[in-house]
Structures are given as structure tokens and as C-alpha cells.
């Protein structure tokens, strides 16, 4: 089970900051969280990921709360290309292993509006 | 090169044929990985194989069966499907190794229509 809940949909004005928040209260110290998003009918799109510090980079900021219960994906200037699914991923661990699984929850539509 | 190609993009099957789909990828990445991804719903996971052994199956059917001939290529066997396997089948790598700090692409995906 997807160990995130994010909102079901959200909109932005184009050219604005989108800030996309995610819920993951049962992550564990390990899991690292991911962002992911889909533009309609194509394979998901990696766009960032952090286990614990804020990262950024040319696509989009990661902030982490310090207890990293939630986090937030900034996207800082909205474009209508940027209208798509967001996906906000708790990385599992399977077992003892190196292996992990990328659960997707539900996911935020981001509708880019002029 | 940072590409996932899956081949076909398009398939239409009947529910006695047997196919298969193909995955392809060059980046030396040894965890691949098949989703399936229902109309408006996010993908589920459904095989991963790690270093070309299967390493999870998410209680899928047998009438899914996976293949992993070398490091750079992943099959998926199709075999007696129903109309409800119809879906966007979707592939994806990653670096193994790393315990969740690298990150994983995807294809563009094969849409499988089963009549």
C-alpha cells in the first residue's frame, strides 16, 4: 500500500510558484521520498527525490519537514507543460535487500492555467 | 542516454493469443522493473528483478509471466489475457545498490488492448 496521500487535484496560475503538499506520517528513517509526475498517456517523469534535507534542483525544490512526516514539491514558475499527475512516493525497502519498490498513491492533478 | 524503450507501443490481442512485450534499456542498470497502469489510476507495481533474478512479484497471475534474458532487456509473456488486462504496461530501471538514493526511468509505456 502507497504510504503517501497527497491532494486530488490543485490549480495554478502560469508563471506563479505551484506548491504541491504530500503526507507521509509512516515513513520509516531510511525511505527516501520521491516525486514523480505524468503527463497524460506517457511513462512517468522523474523530478526529484531527498531523504531528509531540502533539495533542489533545475526542475523543482524538495522541502522535507524535520520530522519528515510530509513534504512539499515546488515547482517555482509554473508552465502549462507543467499540467500533469504529480506523484508524491515513499521508496520501500524490501527486506534485507537493496531492492526497493516505488508504490504510487493516487496522486495530485496540477492544472497550469493562463 | 537516459532511455527506456519499450516495444510495442500499441497492441491488440485476442484472449487465446500469446505475446509479449519488450523492454530495453542501456544505461548498466541492474533492478527493472513492470507496472501495469489502469485508465485514470496510478500504475501498480507488478515483477522486479534485480540483478536479472526475480526479486518481487506482486501476486500477479500466471498468465504474466516475466522474463529477464540479460542485464539490458525484460520481457513480459503474455499468455490467455481477459479484456480486464487491458492497460498501459510500463517499464522502468534503476541503478541497484543504493538503498533508495537513486532514482528510477520509465518508458513511454505499451498500451494493450485484449478483445
Known amino acids: 500500500d502507497a504510504k503517501t496521500t497527497q491532494p486530488t487535484s490543485m490549480d495554478c496560475a502560469e508563471g506563479r510558484a505551484a506548491n504541491l503538499p504530500c503526507n507521509h506520517s509512516?515513513?520509516?528513517?531510511?525511505?527516501?521520498v520521491y516525486w514523480y509526475r505524468q503527463i497524460h498517456s506517457q511513462g512517468p517523469q522523474y523530478i526529484i527525490h531527498?531523504?531528509?534535507n531540502n533539495e533542489t534542483n533545475e526542475m523543482a525544490s524538495l522541502i522535507i519537514t524535520e520530522d519528515r512526516k510530509s513534504s512539499t514539491l515546488i515547482l517555482p514558475h509554473a508552465t502549462l507543460r507543467d499540467t500533469a499527475v504529480y506523484y508524491c512516493i515513499v521508496r520501500v525497502n524490501h527486506g534485507s535487500s537493496n531492492t526497493g519498490k516505488l508504490i504510487f498513491g493516487q496522486g495530485t492533478t496540477l492544472q497550469v492555467k493562463p | 542516454d537516459t532511455e527506456v524503450t519499450q516495444t510495442p507501443k500499441h497492441l491488440v490481442m485476442g484472449m487465446t493469443n500469446k505475446k509479449s512485450l519488450k523492454c530495453e534499456q542501456h544505461?548498466?542498470?541492474?533492478?527493472m522493473y513492470w507496472y501495469k497502469q489502469k485508465a485514470k489510476k496510478p500504475p501498480e507495481l507488478m515483477f522486479v528483478?534485480?540483478?536479472?533474478?526475480?526479486?518481487i512479484n506482486e501476486s500477479v497471475p500466471s498468465r504474466f509471466s516475466p522474463e529477464c534474458p540479460n542485464s539490458s532487456l525484460l520481457n513480459l509473456h503474455l499468455h490467455a489475457l481477459q479484456p480486464e488486462d487491458s492497460a498501459l504496461y510500463l517499464c522502468a530501471s534503476s541503478q541497484e545498490g543504493f538503498k533508495g538514493r537513486t532514482e528510477a526511468f520509465f518508458g513511454q509505456g505499451t498500451r494493450l488492448t485484449v478483445v
Open positions: 528483478y534485480s540483478y536479472e533474478k526475480l526479486s
Open positions: 544505461m548498466g542498470h541492474r533492478a
Open positions: 531527498g531523504l531528509k
Open positions: 509512516t515513513i520509516s528513517g531510511n525511505e527516501y
